[in-house]
């Protein structure tokens, strides 16, 4: 399966941002999906995830409350809703997939990858 996130941009913190996965070649409701973050000099970072049926979702303790992830079966994609940013959200953002219903939190567990969309929150 081929991802394709994008959403990202340039926010004044408080902002809301709304980030897409989009995957070509299979269905994504078959796959576990989940986002991560590298901010500039900074490990990949977990943010949130959703089991391939839509039920069951993660969230790192630095978004819970703040993002929203979600899928949308009709347009094979997974969203990640995120309101009031702060500039620590700053990152690249990818989107993940991995076969299976489990919504790993790990980076490893994923198999298939996005290039990544550039989420920049000014104070």
């Known amino acids: 399966v081929q991802l394709q996130a994008s959403g990202g941009g340039l926010v004044q913190a408080g902002a809301s941002l709304r980030l897409s996965c989009g995957a070509s070649?299979?269905?994504?409701?078959?796959?576990?999906v989940g986002w991560f973050r590298q901010a500039p000099g900074k490990e990949r970072e977990f943010v949130a995830s959703?089991?391939?049926?839509?039920?069951?979702?993660y969230y790192a303790d630095s978004v819970k409350g703040r993002f929203t992830i979600s899928r949308d079966s009709a347009d094979n994609a997974v969203y990640l809703q995120m309101n009031n940013l702060k500039p620590e959200d700053t990152a690249v953002y990818y989107c993940?997939?991995?076969?299976?219903?489990?919504?790993?939190?790990?980076?490893?567990?994923?198999?298939?990858w996005g290039q990544g969309t550039l989420v920049t929150v000014s104070s």
């Open positions: 959703i089991s391939g049926g839509g039920g069951r979702q």
């Open positions: 070649g299979r269905t994504l409701s078959s796959y576990a």
């Open positions: 993940a997939a991995r076969p299976g219903n489990y919504p790993y939190t790990i980076s490893n567990e994923y198999h298939y």
